[in-house]
């Protein structure tokens, strides 16, 4: 990394710019590679085909093609995140016309910060942490208060869904109604 950065800061950033952007879309591949054995597999194949999983399957398409690519591009400011999103994102068959656009924005970011502050920064953040335990304190209780907000907001959801008041049957903790409504596009 060192005989990196010692590069005029032009030819430095584009270095990093193509390894991050090889990296991360050859594990994008990988994860595509796992989800197309795993479908070959026959017992895997059999889940999958059940109309309640291919309900799931979709409904996660839909949720990683609106939200993955946030969170690719944000995965490039934080350290140790990258491998897993991209991954997932093989694994979930995410689009290419959302994958491809997110990783390079994600590249650049990754390319400019390496190639201006680097791997400085980041030794800073863990020096000042390991002599603050309370800044971990504060960091796993703003952690905590995140997880159980959204598990709270997600069971209220639910409840919602199944007990809509109209009647209305429910499908996979989904009102019918909701469901038409997501696949219309209001």
């Not at 994008?28 to 989800?35: E, K, Q, S, V």
């Not at 017992?43 to 399957?57: D, F, H, K, N, T």
């Not at 991209?86 to 924005?105: D, E, F, K, Q, S």
């Not at 869904?161 to 499908?171: I, L, M």
């Amino acid at each position: 990394m060192d005989q990196i950065l010692s590069l005029p800061f032009g030819v430095a950033w584009a270095v990093l710019f193509v390894i991050v952007l090889a990296r991360t879309n050859a594990t994008y591949w990988l994860g595509r590679g796992i989800a197309a054995g795993a479908a070959r597999s026959t017992r895997i194949a059999e889940r999958l085909e059940r109309p309640a999983s291919a309900r799931r399957i979709v409904r996660a398409q839909k949720l990683l093609d609106r939200w993955g690519p946030f969170a690719i591009v944000l995965t490039f400011l934080t350290v140790g995140l990258q491998t897993a999103v991209n991954l997932a994102a093989g694994l979930g068959r995410m689009h290419l016309r959302y994958y491809i656009p997110a990783t390079a924005v994600g590249s650049v970011v990754w390319a400019f910060l390496y190639a201006t502050v680097g791997l400085a920064a980041l030794d800073l953040w863990v020096e000042h942490a390991s002599a603050s335990p309370w800044l971990w304190v504060i960091v796993a209780a703003a952690v905590l208060v995140a997880v159980v907000r959204v598990g709270l907001l997600r069971r209220g959801r639910r409840r919602a869904a199944t007990h809509d008041g109209g009647g209305a049957a429910s499908v996979d903790g989904v009102a019918r109604g909701g469901a038409d409504q997501e696949r219309s596009g209001t």
